[in-house]
């Protein structure tokens, strides 16, 4: 059996291992194969994964953004753990591996800035290829300012998830403490 079917292997394994323990498994299949296929491709007669191939492959693959390659390397380090587990050899990334980004830092705007910013959105004009967005765009910024809403909430809100009487936001089920 070739190295990349052992490691392949390996990581099926693992993943049904993860799913049968209840353990959200879709990051895992969409991030490793590729660093998989890498050292199958890379270093066919190797018989662990080492150091050296994880350095090859941070420099062979660039990430986006520092957030995306940190949770690379906690999904390699629970990979390469596991196939630890099994009694066989591999490297584990440590702390030198871990990517150190700035925290992002919110903006605060002040009443001026949320002024000129409303109104704005209130003279957004009507588009034949976006009917209604005049109305909808000024409630959907309004819902996220006024209820702390993420982009994406207001545009998932469905008719039950809103009550007119109380000023109650309901979502998935769950009341919120979100109020119109």
Known sequence: MSFLDNITNDFTLMLDTRGSLGYATATDKSSLPPFINY??????????????MVDGWLLHHTYKCART?????????????????????AFIPDEEYNVHSERHRPYIFNDDELSVLFQAIDT?????????????VPVLFRM????GMRPSEPLRLRIDDVCLKSG???????KSTKSI
């Open 144 to 147: 996220m300012y006024c209820c």
């Open 39 to 52: 050292c199958g491709k890379n270093y066919p007669d190797a018989e662990s994964i080492t150091k050296e």
């Open 124 to 136: 957004i004009l009507p588009h034949c290829k976006s009917p209604g967005r005049e109305l909808v």
């Open 168 to 174: 109650d936001i309901y979502g998935s089920g769950v």
């Open 69 to 89: 390659q940190a949770v690379f390397i906690a999904l390699l380090r629970h990979y390469t753990k596991f196939i630890r587990s099994l009694g066989k050899e």
